[in-house]
């Protein structure tokens, strides 16, 4: 993994704009520990911010207008007005985000000022590290040191999430931009999605954070991810409720055999996978490795059998990794499904037997090129 620095954005702005920048903003990705597909259904997520980033290097402009050039798509460059009218740019693809933050931050009433924008990341795109809401909550940084506005995290987040629904037109839940706002350096966030409290679960100082990517391309992840939250709506229904959060899970194994078996099976996922998080967190907080290898092992399972969107690459890689660790090395597929990461928390002294069998085993057995990303938790956006 190619990473990049402060300092090497700010040259990269000279080397563009001519001059030096006036302040440079970052914003992370995250990786998510546990709480898969629960945040839009009410419920507990468990994520942590990590050390890969979208930065953004900016000096103020007269007019009223953003000059916006893009790093990671060969310095593509837009004019984005600053107003609540924006039109999507079909060409320029990765500049809706922030024309959908523009119009977002117009709508809430800030008073926006013109800059020059330089913006460079680490993150793999399309890998599920939420490169899409780094680069949200890096925009709204960057436009409010240039208008010397203030904004609450948590009201950032909700923007970014609003931005991504109304104009990019993904039906994502609010975890992703929250954790980005909000995360804190060695720690995950429970976050309640209900309400959108959080807590900081410190992690062991002597346990890392291990992302594998499974060179498996994300496919099909708009349509199928709608379609997941429409049948969690359909199964709180049936419950007479609108969110399954509101809906007990004794009531609902009561209801098997009743409620479809679909509708039943994602409910299960989610209100089971509700109850893992919690029990993660406390065994994170706590240190107790065999609780928390045991929870991700089985919400993995559950995102295989029940809510079914891991593919039988991604469930090979985490029998190699969880099969390497002895016990000792929590592993579970990570973000919104269909391809994309797995995630692996273990002592430090287990993580390198991870990564041998993974570079062993995986590409021979699947011939997908795995990508290794070690993590730290990692300070968010406002909190840096
Ligand atoms: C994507 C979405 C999040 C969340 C996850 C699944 O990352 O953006 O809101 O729903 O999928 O947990």
Redo the contacts with the bound molecule.
């Keep these: 993994m190619n990473t990049l620095s402060e300092a090497r954005v700010s040259e990269l702005f000279g080397e563009f704009f001519g001059s030096h920048p006036k302040a440079l903003v970052k914003a992370p990705g995250r990786v998510?520990l546990i709480?898969?597909?629960?945040?839009?259904n009410g419920g507990f997520?468990l994520p942590a911010a990590i050390n890969y980033h979208t930065y953004i290097a900016l000096s103020p402009r007269t007019d009223r207008t953003l000059r916006v050039v893009a790093w990671n798509f060969d310095n593509a460059d837009v004019v984005i007005p600053l107003t609540e009218e924006q039109q999507e740019d079909e060409s320029n693809n990765w500049s809706n985000y922030i024309r959908g933050v523009v119009q977002q931050l117009c709508r809430a009433g800030f008073t926006l000022a013109g800059g020059d924008l330089y913006i460079a990341g680490d993150l793999p795109s399309g890998a599920?590290l939420?490169s899409s809401?780094s680069l949200e909550m890096a925009v709204i940084r960057a436009l409010l040191s240039l208008s010397g506005e203030v904004i609450a995290p948590t009201k950032a987040a909700l923007l970014g999430q609003a931005a991504e629904n109304q104009f990019v037109g993904?039906n994502?839940?609010?975890?992703?931009q929250l954790i980005s706002a909000r995360g804190q350096a060695n720690s995950a966030l429970l976050i309640d999605c209900q309400d959108l409290s959080a807590r900081a679960v410190t992690m062991p100082g002597d346990w890392e954070i291990l992302i594998v990517h499974s060179g498996v391309k994300r496919g099909l992840v708009d349509s199928e991810?709608n379609q997941r939250r429409q049948q969690c709506e359909q199964a709180a229904a049936h419950f007479d409720q609108t969110s399954l959060r509101a809906v007990d899970l004794g009531d609902l194994l009561d209801a098997e055999g009743i409620l479809d078996d679909l509708s039943f099976r994602r409910a299960r996922h989610v209100l089971t996978e509700n109850a893992r998080t919690l029990i993660a967190a406390d065994a994170l907080a706590k240190g107790d490795l065999s609780t928390l290898v045991k929870v991700m092992g089985e919400s993995h399972i559950s995102m295989r059998d029940d809510f079914n969107i891991t593919t039988p690459t991604i469930d090979r890689l985490v029998e190699i990794i969880a099969a390497a660790g002895e016990g000792q090395a929590g592993a579970r597929m990570t973000?919104?499904?269909f391809g994309g990461c797995v995630v692996a928390v273990a002592p430090a002294a287990v993580i390198p037997r991870l990564m041998a069998a993974v570079s062993h085993t995986y590409e021979q057995e699947t011939g997908c090129v795995p990508t290794l990303i070690p993590a730290k938790a990692s300070a968010g956006a406002f909190n840096n």
Excluded: F, K, L, P
Excluded at 172 to 176: A, N, S, V, Y
């Design positions: 998510n709480g898969e597909h629960t945040d839009y997520v599920g939420s809401a993904c994502c839940g609010i975890m992703d991810y973000g919104g499904g």
